[in-house]
């Protein structure tokens, strides 16, 4: 059976920090599908497929690597694309408990669906999305926390 994992997140925008998770988890799993999840409750700075166009031209190197966006619950995302791992970046204590949260209530509604945590590297664990959005903002330069496919 391939070993199928989603990555899932905003990505508004994609982080140096989210690739470096990407880069090193790939070696884990067959197939590994980074969800660009589309929260309706949520206004985003980048719009969906501009979130997905930059993560395929980051990618398009790695077969491995599929892009998708997707609404709803993301156990019935796993379920849609035959996924039965889910990928999460921790940063800090903090990041671990909310994401722990999530992976249980996950497991109970799909079990056999299990999530698996990559801590950042030491150099990217104070880079967020959020963090960027506030930089972008107020004018200031996000080349060092983004990648260079992410332009606007």
């Not at 067959?30 to 969906?48: A, E, T, W």
């Not at 993560?55 to 491995?64: C, G, L, Q, S, T």
Request: glycine share 6%.
């Amino acid at each position: 059976m391939q070993r199928i994992c989603l990555f899932p997140g905003s990505f508004d925008p994609i982080t140096k920090g989210h690739v470096d998770i990407i880069n090193r988890s790939i070696a884990l799993f067959d197939k590994l599908v980074i969800g660009v999840g589309v929260n309706s409750g949520k206004q985003p700075m980048f719009q969906p497929e501009q979130r997905v166009e930059w993560i395929r031209e980051i990618f398009k190197d790695d077969a491995r690597i599929e892009v998708a966006a997707y609404e709803g619950l993301t156990v019935n995302f796993c379920k849609k694309i035959n996924a039965r791992f889910i990928l999460r970046g921790v940063r800090y204590v903090s990041d671990f408990e909310y994401e722990k949260a999530i992976a249980d209530m996950n497991r109970m509604l799909e079990p056999g669906l299990e999530t698996v945590f990559l801590t950042s590297s030491p150099e990217f664990s104070t880079v967020s999305s959020t963090l960027v959005r506030d930089v972008i903002r107020n004018g200031g330069n996000v080349n060092m926390f983004i990648p260079e496919e992410v332009k606007w």
